[in-house]
């Protein structure tokens, strides 16, 4: 409880036999007994995936972090009001 648990922004490709090897983002988050990984085809996908992890890790008792690494961050709910600046 009340620990730190990153949300891990990825790009990736599919496999070839699968989608034919196209980019899809992930959303993956491991907490000590919990966790969840998610390929997006699309920014809404992305959102939706990382709203879904946030309330999972809130309701674990965990922080939320969402790490973008070098993914460029697309807005979502919780970090809307910066982007609106």
Do not use: Q
């Not at 998610?38 to 946030?54: G, L, Q, W, Y």
């Not at 008792?61 to 609106?84: A, E, H, M, Q, S």
């Amino acid at each position: 409880m009340n620990e730190k648990v990153e949300i891990e922004i990825t790009e990736s490709h599919y496999a070839k036999s699968h989608k034919n090897g196209v980019l899809h983002t992930g959303v993956t988050y491991w907490g000590r007994k919990y966790g969840g990984s998610s390929p997006c085809d699309n920014d809404e996908e992305v959102r939706s995936s990382i709203e879904h992890a946030e309330e999972v890790i809130k309701e674990e008792g965990d922080i939320p972090i969402v790490n973008w690494g070098k993914v460029k961050p697309i807005p979502t709910k919780n970090n809307l009001v910066r982007w609106c600046k």
